[in-house]
């Protein structure tokens, strides 16, 4: 059975500190999504990564993807307040469908 | 650009009635996928469309959920008769490949379903 798994599961951080969100998986894979979801509201696409070593960065967010490890990481730089949310990282478990498996998700507090 | 447009947004109903959600997704998306997000969860796929057809429907419980898209262009989710164990939220989203040779799937604002 495929497994998508963040961790952690709950993050309460400060503003301006670092840190690393982790998704592992079990299937062999070489396409991988991250998404932010607020609290209510529908799923954003954040990255798209396509290969092994495929590295991607979007202001304070960057993702990376070691597809022979099977892990990716989003890592957060000087976190603001307004990055805070829920995070998924998400398989594509078969080639040319589109099929994505989604982890837990991790959420995210930023406190001022 | 519209994105993927869902309604209703919210839906109470109580359990054993039915209930339908709509999908209209973005204009030229030939797919299109329903997922279920249970509170705190990611979601997870039900049913997927590649135009008027569905290929991936292995997820979806057919003894009382069943879905449609005509025309391949909008779609309807039902459930009947619903369970209290139904609620959740129901996204639909739609992609397309991009110019780059991927897909990117985008998702509608959800409807929420709550079954007393």
């Known amino acids: 059975e495929l497994k998508v798994e963040q961790n952690p599961l709950f993050l309460s951080m400060q503003e301006g500190k670092n840190y690393t969100i982790y998704c592992n998986y079990s299937?062999?894979?070489?396409?991988l999504y991250w998404y932010r979801q607020d609290p209510g509201k529908s799923l954003e696409s954040l990255f798209v990564?396509?290969?092994?070593?495929a590295v991607k960065q979007e202001g304070r967010l960057m993702a990376s993807l070691d597809t022979k490890a099977r892990l990716s990481t989003l890592h957060i730089t000087a976190a603001v307040h307004d990055l805070s949310a829920t995070y998924f990282c998400?398989?594509?478990?078969?080639?040319?469908?589109?099929?994505?498996?989604f982890g837990q998700g991790t959420r995210l507090t930023i406190n001022p | 650009e519209a994105g993927v447009v869902q309604s209703p947004r919210y839906k109470i109903i109580e359990k054993k009635q039915p209930v339908a959600f709509w999908c209209n997704p973005i204009?030229?998306?030939?797919?299109l996928y329903w997922y279920r997000q249970n509170l705190g969860q990611g979601p997870e796929l039900l049913i997927r469309?590649?135009?008027?057809?569905?290929?991936?429907d292995s997820q979806l419980p057919k003894d009382r959920f069943s879905a449609e898209r005509l025309k391949g262009v909008d779609s309807t989710l039902k459930i009947q008769p619903a369970e209290l164990g139904d609620s959740a939220v129901y996204l639909c989203?739609?992609?397309?490949?991009?110019?780059?040779?991927?897909?990117?799937?985008?998702f509608g604002p959800g409807t929420r379903l709550t079954v007393t």
């Open positions: 299937t062999t894979s070489d396409r």
């Open positions: 989203a739609s992609s397309a490949r991009t110019s780059g040779g991927s897909y990117e799937q985008y």
């Open positions: 204009s030229g998306h030939n797919t």
């Open positions: 990564l396509l290969s092994n070593g």
């Open positions: 469309y590649e135009n008027e057809e569905a290929v991936d």
């Open positions: 998400a398989v594509d478990i078969i080639q040319g469908a589109q099929k994505l498996v």
